[in-house]
């Protein structure tokens, strides 16, 4: 039998994620990171974090490879720091900290995913 969603275990969790207490250097990461993260991050990490929904539902519901990804970043004129198209993998390694950026400022700004 499938019982529903515990909304008290969600709320627990939603408590317990917020974070106790920052610092002012810890503050102001999230300060800037919370509007636009585009100040000094490459191209890459930023059309990532802008298309961040459709890549994920993309990688949710196909399964593509990285280098298609890659492809297809190239082709809206998107380059790597040192101006070539992005690899697969390079795409693979900056969308793990576009992720973890999000989610570090969802985090303190007590967003749920």
């Given amino acids: 039998m499938k019982h529903p969603k515990s909304r008290t275990l969600a709320a627990v969790i939603e408590e317990w994620s917020k974070p106790t207490k920052t610092t002012k250097a810890e503050q ?3 300060a800037w990171l919370s509007d636009y993260p585009h100040n000094s991050r490459e191209a890459v990490y930023c059309w990532l974090w802008d298309n961040h ?13 990285w ?3 890659a492809v297809i970043m190239t082709e809206d004129g998107i380059l790597g720091a040192r101006g070539a198209p992005p690899t697969g993998n390079a795409v ?8 973890r950026d999000k989610e570090e400022r969802d985090r303190w700004k007590g967003v749920s995913p």
């Fill in 67 to 69: 280098e298609t990804i």
């Fill in 53 to 65: 929904a459709e890549v994920t539902r993309l990688l949710t519901e196909w399964q593509p490879t």
């Fill in 28 to 30: 102001a990461f999230f």
């Fill in 92 to 99: 693979r390694r900056v969308w793990k900290r576009v992720c």
